[in-house]
């Protein structure tokens, strides 16, 4: 991903936390194309290993960037990005943070969830 759209807006906040996900227990979702909802940012959080990101043009097309990230770095993907993740080590351990606008429904709806 270009450095312009490795941020999030400093008015989105983290809303929802995956579970620290391997080659284990990862859902198999996250190994092939999908994308996150309009106004969602996913932060990809790599804790042990390395992941690679594949970026595409569009659902189906062709790779359009090849990201490695490595433990305690971090890749973001914007939204309605279409997507997949590669785990390149055995022992590879992430999670994914999604942040939305901080007044957005989305922000609403997941954190009334937590309550």
């Not at 990101?53 to 090849?66: A, C, H, P, S, Y």
Request: overall charge negative; hydrophobic content about 35%.
């Amino acid at each position: 991903m270009s450095n312009e759209n490795n941020e999030i807006p400093a008015d989105f906040v983290n809303y929802k936390t995956t579970f620290l996900m391997d080659k284990e227990n990862i859902p198999k979702l996250f190994l092939f194309e999908h994308n996150t909802k309009a106004g969602v940012y996913g932060k990809i959080c790599v804790a042990v290993g390395e992941v690679k990101f594949l970026g595409f043009k569009t659902r189906r097309g062709e790779i359009e960037q090849e990201v490695t990230i490595k433990a305690g770095d971090f890749a973001i993907s914007p939204p309605e990005y279409w997507h997949k993740v590669e785990l390149m080590t055995d022992d590879t351990a992430f999670n994914v943070e999604f942040y939305a606008q901080q007044d957005s429904e989305i922000v609403k709806q997941n954190l009334s969830e937590r309550n």
